[in-house]
């Protein structure tokens, strides 16, 4: 079965610092890997995406994630945080049918 | 960028009544549309799939004539909950794609049921 874990509820990081989220998949066969980012009482934004090429994604707002193959893992990261980066996050990934798994989120605070 | 739109953003009625929430795709044509509900500090929880012309598949769980949807065209989607409950108070999101994109969120409808 296809599923998704995000093994961090909350992740907290000074500003300034790198970040970094984390998730793992399961999925038959080669697996599109999405972040997505929600703000509170909105949507999901869509971070980056994970097709296939190059396993460093760079995505929106200068966030980044590294496909690991062997691992099984799509851990999103930033070089530097900032505060407005505070937000719930989520990874997901989609099969061949077309279908989307999402983890369970994890709670970026930037503190100051 | 390809955008979705949500309307209400926020609905607050009476126990009893329907409540309709509109998703548009506003620059494409989506193929697929699903509708979520989300929980306070959970995951998205997936209530249905609506393929365009079809009738919608939904999830285990998720009763389907309470949450009534309707994929009448390529760029509309509505989800009618129908006799609300206290207990249906929630955060309803939907979603939309076509073939090749990423999924496209909606700002998500936060309906409160007195």
């Known amino acids: 079965a296809q599923s998704v874990a995000q093994p961090e509820d909350q992740v907290n990081v000074a500003e300034g610092n790198p970040l970094t989220v984390k998730c793992t998949y399961s999925?038959?066969?080669?697996?599109?890997l999405f972040w997505y980012v929600q703000y509170p009482n909105r949507g999901l934004q869509f971070l980056l995406k994970?097709?296939?090429?190059?396993?460093l994604v760079k995505g929106s707002y200068g966030f980044e994630a590294e496909f690991n193959k062997s691992q099984t893992s799509f851990h999103l990261k930033k070089p530097s945080a900032l505060v407005s980066d505070s937000a719930l996050y989520f990874c997901a990934v989609r099969d061949f049918g077309n279908q989307f798994y999402f983890g369970t989120g994890t709670s970026l605070t930037v503190i100051p | 960028g390809a955008v979705v739109s949500q309307h209400p953003s926020r609905v607050i009625c009476k126990s009893g009544t329907s409540v309709k929430i509109e998703c548009r795709s506003l620059d494409f044509q989506a193929t697929t549309m699903f509708w979520y509900r989300q929980f306070p500090k959970q995951s998205l929880m997936l209530m249905a799939t609506?393929?365009?012309?079809?009738?919608?598949?939904?999830e285990q769980g998720v009763e389907k004539d309470k949450f009534l949807i309707n994929h009448a065209s390529l760029t509309l989607s509505t989800l009618t909950v129908t006799s609300a409950h206290p207990e249906d108070s929630s955060f309803y999101i939907c979603?939309?794609?076509?073939?090749?994109?990423?999924?496209?969120f909606g700002n998500g409808t936060r309906l409160t049921v007195t």
């Open positions: 609506s393929n365009e012309g079809s009738k919608a598949t939904y």
């Open positions: 999925v038959s066969g080669n697996p599109y």
């Open positions: 994970y097709i296939t090429g190059d396993n």
């Open positions: 979603s939309a794609r076509d073939r090749n994109s990423p999924l496209h």
